[in-house]
Nanobody, 115 residues
Framework: QVQLVESGGGLVQPGGSLRLSCATS????????MGWYRQGPGKQRELAAT???????VYVDSVKGRFTISRDNAKNTVYLQMNSLKPEDTAVYYC?????????WGKGTLVTVSS
């Protein structure tokens, strides 16, 4: 059974930082491409960042230079370090992986950037 469990969201002021974690089980994590998606209020879900099994990363333009995706294969966990947060980063952040052509999602963690 595939499980993805996000944590680390919360309320942060503009310019602040948060680190999201996604603990996984039921997958061969070390060979899985992992992704962080986000869905802001009234918006469609969008890709924020992905990381391949060998550590290659891809970021949406709006987070480049501010967010860093990383993985710890020993802990079966993927992270998203978010710095210089902006109000427009407010969203529910979801962890994702694809296995056998099927997308798996966590339940999400809410990030609110507000003063």
């Amino acid at each position: 059974q595939v499980q993805l469990v996000e944590s680390g969201g919360g309320l942060v002021q503009p310019g602040g930082s948060l680190r999201l974690s996604c603990a996984t089980s039921g997958i061969m994590f070390s060979i899985s491409r992992m992704g962080w998606y986000r869905q802001g209020p009234g918006k469609q879900r969008e890709l924020a960042a992905t990381i391949s099994r060998i550590g290659d990363t891809v970021y949406v333009d709006s987070v480049k230079g501010r967010f860093t995706i990383s993985r710890d294969n020993a802990k079966n966990t993927v992270y998203l370090q978010m710095n210089s947060l902006k109000p427009e980063d407010t969203a529910v952040y979801y962890c994702n992986t694809r296995l056998g052509g099927v997308d798996y999602w966590g339940k999400g963690t809410l990030v609110t950037v507000s003063s």
